[in-house]
């Protein structure tokens, strides 16, 4: 039996999942957490007891912690428990993300049903699940930012001043403006919000 975990921050689809993936035999569907923290927690809980899943599914944006920092948690822990992205978001600078986080899978929200049961098949096999078509789009046109500088940006796109994001990352103002003017610069945009949109646009926060 293949371990799963789930982690998605709507009920609705992952109680679809859940019970989609019930229906396989050889698929055991170990829980589901609503939030990141929520599925690291479990995560632990789960290896501590000796029935770690081999496979966590999971979408980017959740709250508290994303899919992609679960990733790296898993990644920076050496847990053997291999992760897939399932999402909405089919931007080549989210799977360059996900691979660099150390994700085995990248599929869209979209793709059959089915096509999730064989891609944990594959990935517990060693294997990795990429859609084809983001995977050729995904080395055209590198990420640019640095995580610092990623970091910043989204604070700032989510409206937080210099000083706001300063005193939230332990940083001084002045630190913090040349993070956002460095941004600006490797975009070639105009200002901030600019940056921040075209970032989001191309997946890379």
Not at 116 to 131: C, M, T, W, Y
């Amino acid at each position: 039996m293949i371990g799963v975990l789930l982690a998605e921050d709507q009920a609705m689809v992952l109680g679809a999942l859940s019970a989609l993936l019930r229906l396989e035999s050889d698929i055991d569907v170990l829980g589901g957490a609503a939030d990141g923290e929520a599925a690291w927690a479990l995560l632990q809980r789960l290896h501590r007891d000796g029935r770690g899943p081999d496979v966590l599914v999971t979408d980017i944006e959740m709250p508290g912690l994303s899919g992609l920092e679960l990733a790296q948690r898993i990644q920076r822990h050496e847990l053997s428990t291999r992760v897939i992205i399932v999402t909405t978001f089919a931007r080549a600078g989210f799977l360059r993300r996900a691979l660099d986080a150390g994700a085995s899978g990248y599929l869209l929200k979209d793709a059959p049903a089915e096509q999730l049961a064989e891609a944990i098949r594959q990935v517990h096999r060693g294997g990795r699940v990429i859609d084809p078509q983001l995977a050729v789009d995904a080395w055209g046109e590198a990420d640019p930012l640095n995580d610092r500088e990623r970091q910043v940006l989204r604070l700032a796109g989510d409206g937080l001043t210099a000083a706001d994001i300063a005193a939230r990352l332990n940083l001084s103002q002045g630190t913090v403006r040349n993070y956002l003017s460095e941004s600006i610069g490797k975009l070639g945009v105009g200002n901030r919000i600019e940056a921040y949109r075209l970032a989001r646009q191309k997946g890379w926060l």
